[in-house]
């Protein structure tokens, strides 16, 4: 290989596994625009929590109709679902009285949330991030948070 075959390896390399492109404004403001066309397809408010890899919450916005409750839980859901590498609908079974994981949620002093709304970002099998939606019924926080996970990466196209 000559020295300029080696960095286009590289470069593909690099663009395969820097999953920091997808948080850009840009890229975040879009996704954020489909889950509240979800949200209001629905009729309902909520709020929405982009975190990366770290749990830094890189986006949220509160929708005006959502609920005061969700503006905390929107980030814990994208924290948990980071923290336990599972979607925060599979947490719950692991957490009950006898399960393994029982009284994990109260040495995490109130952090973890067992209850849909919680997705992980997967990029090239890595999670880069989650997304955390809340304010409507379990099953609408679940439904506007798959829609939102699946806009996520469809942002590369254009660069975010």
Known sequence: MNTNEIRRVVRAILAETNSERFFTRKNMQRVFDVAEA?????????????????GNVRMLYHMPNANMVSR???????WSAIAMKEPTKDISADIQPGA???????????RLVSFP???PLVWNGKIVGAMGISGGLIEQDQLICETAVNAFFKGDKDNG
């Open 72 to 78: 905390t839980l929107a980030p814990k859901k994208a």
């Open 117 to 119: 709304g919680g997705i």
């Open 100 to 110: 393994p994981l029982y009284e994990m949620s109260g040495n995490l002093a109130g």
């Open 38 to 54: 979800k949200a209001n397809e629905l009729k309902v408010g909520v709020t929405m929590c982009v975190a990366d890899e770290a």
